[in-house]
């Protein structure tokens, strides 16, 4: 088991995949068009982060003005947006 706080798993092919969040400084790194303010944030683009969750790190921070998530090319396998999805409009 790691020690830090990075997830990994083996898969049948022998290789090691690791478990990817979003956090909050990659959400103020994506975030450089608003100053990495992300309480006013209203759209974000996470493309090509290989996440693999969207945790509740998105609905505590810009959960309340965020209306645009983009996540193409991730290997996203659970959502958890709390109260972010009422104004998510894509």
Known sequence: MPDDMTTQQETPSSSTTTTRHVTLDLIRKRSEHN??????LEEI???QEELTSIGPVI????GKTL???L???????S???NDANDSLKY
């Open 67 to 69: 209306r645009i998530l």
């Open 71 to 77: 996540l193409q090319s991730n290997v996203i396998s």
């Open 35 to 40: 100053e990495s303010l992300v309480s006013n």
């Open 59 to 62: 609905g505590q921070t810009c």
């Open 45 to 47: 683009a996470l493309h």
């Open 79 to 81: 959502m958890n947006f």
